[in-house]
């Protein structure tokens, strides 16, 4: 389907079942067989029933056992009736937004690739990136997030919470063709684990957890560790998790964790940057600059409305020449800082406000430093209470701005950009941020926070800093910027370091680790 087709007239067109295997007579047929055996069954039980009011010596707990029994049975060989094109369906499940669940989407587009048939559930808020919508062999099925009662006790809510969406995802799992394999995220697990694991025992599907982290670890972070509903799922991961066939996990921390205090063999499936993620040539910079100066003042030139007279366009980074088509990027400009984020509780973004303001005091003191362009992108429930914050900033030389981003827009601004900071700081001190993935995929040096396993990823003073606290970060941020926008500093270092020592992408990765696990027969 092209992709000018807009998202939801897609979802409304797509066929309930995969549109390059519908197989309309055999499932035709499977209905009528279907339905000739449950009237057979209903006959049967009748002709039980009658017996049993006759006298005869049919007992009505013997005839009620035995139609239940035969209703069950024939449910279940229902359920687990499988077609030509079982072994080419895969069920990807998340339980949060597709458009900002970048590892499953690549998921999704990695089993596309192999001819398998994908059915993608999850909540639409976030519109995917193209080239899931484009592969007419995913097909997305949305659902809802329920928020459970809104009235009494907080328990109350989480326990209806649970309920509606676990009868939802079973209706959705269940109602779908048989798939090979579910392939879930987790976190969010709470239903879904369970819920997966059933429908893959009623089906006779392998079940498949992809650990980004453990659910428990994020909800201790606003409810502490003693708190009864973090207790209770801690326990739910811990019963559950060790259900699946098999289980995949970002770090090698986390495959000795899993391991050791959970009794599960995983395999580490490092994130990889896709193929999207490249440094962005001067043009595509230049356009994306001028697309974000529509909303965002901090990506204007100040001469920007004398364009048309002196036949150049503008922005505060670079220069296009309209008679010859030609983009330099200004001698004076700024630098790009850029973070992107969930705005959750495991990133603290008053570091990076705090570290801003020192800047502020080092180029205000005399310092040969360059003014700063600071682009936090993301959603999430903490976004507002941080916007306030930066609006009663009183900056001169540091300009910030907090957009939210396409999916296809983020990789090209990540390449443009001139240096990434992560404030990530892992629940469980057992995954890695996948923003510095992607960062490290356009070549582009990053600051991030200290965590326990964060060496996995970022080698200090190779291809980026670690820093512990605002200060820190502030005088990382001048140190790498005092030569800015020379490439010959210790910034340019980074860069080249990170052009020779590219690993592998995440087609190559996913081939070597997850498809073995998908053909094992």
């Not at 035709?28 to 000739?36: F, H, K, S, W």
């Not at 209703?71 to 069920?91: A, E």
């Not at 193209?130 to 997305?140: G, K, M, S, T």
């Not at 980004?212 to 799922?233: E, F, K």
């Amino acid at each position: 389907m092209s992709a000018a087709v807009p998202l939801n007239l897609k979802l409304l067109l797509l066929p309930p079942l995969s549109p390059r295997h519908h197989k309309s007579q055999t499932n035709m047929a499977a209905r009528c067989t279907c339905t000739v055996l449950l009237t057979v069954l209903a006959l049967f039980s009748a002709l039980l029933v009658t017996f049993c009011a006759a006298g005869s010596g049919v007992t009505c707990p013997a005839a009620s056992l035995t139609l239940v029994t035969g209703l069950l049975s024939l449910w279940l060989w229902r359920l687990r009736r499988r077609d030509g094109g079982f072994d080419r369906r895969v069920c990807v499940l998340v339980l949060g937004d597709i458009g900002r669940s970048p590892r499953m989407q690549y998921h999704a587009l990695s089993l596309s690739k192999h001819r398998y048939n994908v059915t993608f559930v999850g909540f639409l808020d976030t519109k995917p990136h193209q080239d899931v919508l484009r592969e007419e062999n995913i097909r997305i099925v949305p659902i809802t997030e329920v928020k459970g009662v809104r009235v009494g006790p907080k328990i109350l809510t989480y326990v209806t919470k649970v309920i509606i969406q676990s009868l939802q995802l079973l209706h959705v799992l269940l109602r779908m063709e048989i798939q090979s394999h579910i392939l879930m995220q987790n976190p969010p697990g709470l239903p879904s684990i369970a819920v997966a694991w059933l429908v893959s025992v009623l089906r006779g599907s392998r079940f498949v957890i992809d650990w980004h982290n453990y659910g428990y670890t994020i909800m201790a972070l606003s409810h502490g560790q003693r708190h009864p509903v973090v207790r209770l799922a801690k326990w739910y991961e811990h019963f559950f998790g060790p259900l699946a066939s098999h289980n995949l996990c970002v770090t090698n921390a986390m495959k000795d964790d899993l391991q050791k205090n959970w009794g599960i063999k995983a395999t580490t499936l490092y994130d990889r940057p896709a193929a999207i993620f490249r440094e962005t040539p001067l043009k595509l910079q230049h356009e994306i600059f001028m697309r974000l100066s529509d909303k965002h003042p901090q990506f204007r030139s100040e001469g920007s409305e004398e364009v048309k007279v002196e036949e150049v366009e503008k922005t505060v980074f670079s220069v296009r020449d309209l008679t010859d088509d030609t983009v330099m990027l200004r001698a004076g400009r700024p630098a790009l800082l850029l973070s992107s984020t969930s705005w959750t509780e495991d990133e603290d973004f008053s570091i990076l406000l705090k570290a801003l303001e020192e800047y502020e005091g080092f180029v205000k003191g005399g310092a040969s430093l360059p003014s700063l362009v600071c682009v936090i992108t993301g959603k999430g429930p903490q976004k507002e209470h941080y916007r306030k914050l930066i609006d009663l900033l009183q900056l001169e030389h540091v300009r910030i701005c907090t957009p939210w981003l396409e999916a296809e827009d983020y990789p090209v601004l990540l390449g443009s950009a001139d240096l990434g900071v992560c404030l990530h700081k892992s629940s469980s001190g057992l995954d890695l941020p996948m923003k510095v993935v992607d960062m490290f995929g356009c070549c582009l040096p990053v600051c991030a926070v200290h965590f326990n396993c964060l060496h996995e990823l970022v080698k200090h003073e190779e291809n980026g800093l670690i820093f512990r606290g605002s200060q820190e970060l502030a005088e990382q941020l001048k140190s790498l910027l005092s030569d800015f926008p020379s490439s010959e500093g210790r910034l340019g270092v980074f860069r080249r370091n990170l052009r020779t020592s590219r690993g592998q992408r995440w087609d190559d990765n996913w081939d070597q680790n997850v498809l073995p696990l998908i053909t094992a027969p």
